[in-house]
T-cell receptor, first 116, second 114 residues
């Protein structure tokens, strides 16, 4: 079965410090992987996606993620946190073989708090 | 582009009442998804439409839930009768034919059933 595990339910950082949100996936095949962000009372927005091209993926707002097959990880990073980064972040896997369509399987989410 | 449009944004109703949630996907997108988000269960896919046809409704909780997509620009999710445990945020998402993995989410409808 395909799944994602987000290792931290809450992460708190100071503004200007690095951000690391951890995600491990389980997939029998090479999956597509995504990070989505949800700001309070808003819908989900795609940050970045990995689809078997370059293992280091750059997204919007300075975020990037690295696909490591040996570790089955897809951690999200940002060199310097901004107050506006405070939100909930979802790691998502879309297995290649899922009934013929691109079903997204969401992790439980990591809530990022950014302090002045 | 207006993005995915959902209405209403908030709905408060009493147990037993019928609730209808509406979604307008992004123009040109041919896939539409309905999700439910709760604290306990996170984000769950309820139903998936492709070219207006329901392809996967295995996530629909029970017969009280139904979804339709009468045309490419409109979909509804109906709950009849509603129950307090249906309280959640319901999201609609759409994706384009040439990038079906990338889903664009609407702002959601926050439903409270008293």
């Amino acid at each position: 079965a395909q799944s994602v595990t987000q290792l931290d339910s809450h992460v708190s950082v100071s503004e200007g410090t690095p951000v690391l949100l951890r995600c491990n996936y389980s997939s029998s095949y090479s999956p597509s992987l995504f990070w989505y962000v949800q700001h309070p009372n808003k819908g989900l927005q795609l940050l970045l996606k990995y689809t078997s091209a370059a293992t280091l993926v750059k997204g919007i707002n300075g975020f990037e993620a690295e696909f490591k097959k040996s570790e089955t990880s897809f951690h999200l990073t940002k060199p310097s946190a901004h107050m506006s980064d405070a939100a909930e972040y979802f790691c998502v896997v879309s297995p290649l073989f899922s009934g013929g369509y691109n079903k997204l399987i969401f992790g439980a989410g990591t809530r990022l708090a950014v302090h002045p | 582009d207006a993005g995915v449009i959902q209405s209403p944004r908030h709905e408060v109703t009493e147990m037993g009442q019928e609730v209808t949630l509406r979604c307008k996907p992004i123009s040109g997108h041919n896939s539409l998804f309905w999700y439910r988000q709760t604290m306990m269960r996170g984000l769950e896919l309820l139903i998936y439409f492709n070219n207006n046809v329901p392809i996967d409704d295995s996530g629909m909780p029970e017969d009280r839930f139904s979804a339709k997509m009468p045309n490419a620009s409109f979909s509804t999710l109906k709950i009849q009768p509603s129950e307090p445990r249906d309280s959640a945020v319901y999201f609609c998402a759409s994706s384009p034919r040439d990038s079906q993995e990338t889903q664009y989410f609407g702002p959601g409808t926050r439903l409270l059933v008293l």
